[in-house]
């Protein structure tokens, strides 16, 4: 059963054009999402996060649109740029005494940013 | 700068052997967690620990064990290792419900 769900393996766009990551769940507990970044041989890294409460957050490039009828969120990056060449990995949390801090991860999407 | 320490990159094992991968963090946090990833099924929750001695199944617990010992440090135990288990280890820990800081991984291959 997968609770989040990152539809497209993979995505490529040229430089300096937007990158959309796209992220569906089936949880209607979850309250918050993050979108981590991950190269080849290390772990990943925190990009960006937003609450249930907002339907949007801004960092920088990064963008993250929460839709939560559609049970959707985004990752927006404008604009691209090569070093962004990375797999991106979509994960939900749900509040609770023991859910509270365990993270749920989609398969993770490929962005190639060609130069 | 804070920092979770996988003892091992590479690790290449037999069938049929104890293997043991080893996680420190120096950030006193309470959280800590086992994932592997594996292409086109991304992250899975293996094990997670909310404190010392304290140890939760995660969605692929079968065939793993772990050991919390000490706050600082989470240890992932392959009883019998199968060539299955190849993959990618993935350890991390976290102090409130929001954000882990993840170390740079263990490539397992068992031949």
């Known amino acids: 059963d997968q609770q989040v769900k990152q539809n497209s393996p993979s995505l490529s766009v040229q430089e300096g054009r937007i990158s959309i990551l796209n992220c569906d769940y089936t949880?209607?507990?979850?309250?918050?999402f993050l979108w981590y970044k991950k190269y080849p041989a290390e772990g990943p890294t925190f990009l960006i996060s937003?609450?249930?409460?907002?339907d949007k957050n801004e960092d920088g490039r990064f963008t993250v649109f929460l839709n939560k009828s559609a049970k959707h969120l985004s990752l927006h990056i404008v604009p691209s740029q090569p070093g962004d060449s990375a797999v991106y990995f979509c994960?939900?949390?749900?509040?609770?005494?023991?859910?509270?801090?365990?993270?749920?991860f989609g398969e993770g999407t490929q962005l190639t940013v060609n130069p | 700068d804070v920092k979770v320490t996988q003892s091992s990159r590479y690790l290449v094992k037999r069938t049929g052997e104890k293997v043991f991968l080893e996680c420190v963090q120096d950030?006193?946090?309470?959280?800590m967690f086992w994932y592997r990833q594996d292409p086109g099924l991304g992250l899975r929750l293996i094990y997670f620990?909310?404190?010392?001695?304290?140890?939760e199944k995660g969605d692929i617990p079968e065939g793993y064990s772990v050991s919390r010992e000490k706050k600082e440090r989470f240890s992932l135990i392959l009883e019998s290792a199968s060539t299955n288990q190849t993959s990618m280890y993935l350890c991390?820990?976290?102090?409130?419900?929001?954000?882990?800081?993840f170390g740079s991984g263990t490539r397992l291959t068992v031949v």
């Open positions: 620990s909310y404190d010392v001695k304290m140890k």
């Open positions: 950030m006193d946090h309470e959280n």
């Open positions: 991390a820990s976290s102090f409130s419900n929001y954000g882990y800081t």
């Open positions: 949880n209607s507990m979850f309250d918050y």
């Open positions: 994960a939900a949390s749900a509040p609770g005494e023991t859910s509270g801090s365990r993270l749920t």
């Open positions: 937003i609450s249930s409460i907002k």
